[in-house]
């Protein structure tokens, strides 16, 4: 398993280096590498703190998210885009306290109280066990998408498909 920048990635990947690149955005187009995008499901977010905090915003979300601490991914997050948009058209605006490069590293600074945070609502239930956070409010509108990329048109490789089925069959399908 690697992990890197998407254009570090996407260059192993051209060069067979790697085989698939998992990924929450698909391949850019002015990225000049011949990938394929193959959608292994969508959600909507999840806004997650300290149970202190939860139950104080959970009454009269989304307004009461309004000056709110959050924590943030990096703009370049396709997530993000949506969430600020979102909190926008609800007439909110949280106090960022943090941009993370790193969703693990977010969600530790979460679960030590520094503010509300989004995860994927796929995987709900292992963010509020691995994190010991609760659950604030659902953003069913902010959606996010998640892609095996290959240099194959149609998955072959075992893995590539294994890992596809199992987030249809499996991740996606409760979604």
């Not at 009269?60 to 709110?68: I, W």
């Not at 796929?122 to 509108?141: C, M, P, T």
Request: hydrophobic share 40%.
């Amino acid at each position: 398993m690697h992990r890197d920048r998407t254009e570090k990635l996407l260059s192993d990947l051209s060069q067979h280096a790697l085989d698939l690149v998992l990924s929450d955005s698909p391949v850019p187009p002015a990225s000049g590498i011949r990938a394929y995008n193959h959608l292994l499901g969508e959600c909507g977010t999840t806004l997650f703190a300290t149970a202190r905090l939860a139950a104080s915003l959970r009454r009269g979300f989304p307004r009461s998210l309004d000056g709110a601490p959050f924590l943030l991914l990096a703009e370049v997050a396709p997530s993000r885009r949506s969430l600020m948009q979102w909190l926008e058209a609800q007439g909110v605006r949280p106090r960022v306290r943090g941009e993370f490069q790193d969703s693990a590293l977010m969600k530790a600074f979460g679960q030590a109280g520094e503010g509300v945070f989004p995860g994927p609502s796929v995987i709900e239930a292992e963010i509020r066990s691995q994190y010991d956070v609760e659950v604030v409010g659902h953003v069913d509108a902010v959606r996010e998408h998640f892609y095996a990329l290959t240099v194959e048109r149609r998955l072959r490789h075992p893995a590539a498909v294994a890992i596809s089925d199992a987030a249809r069959t499996q991740l996606f399908r409760q979604a």
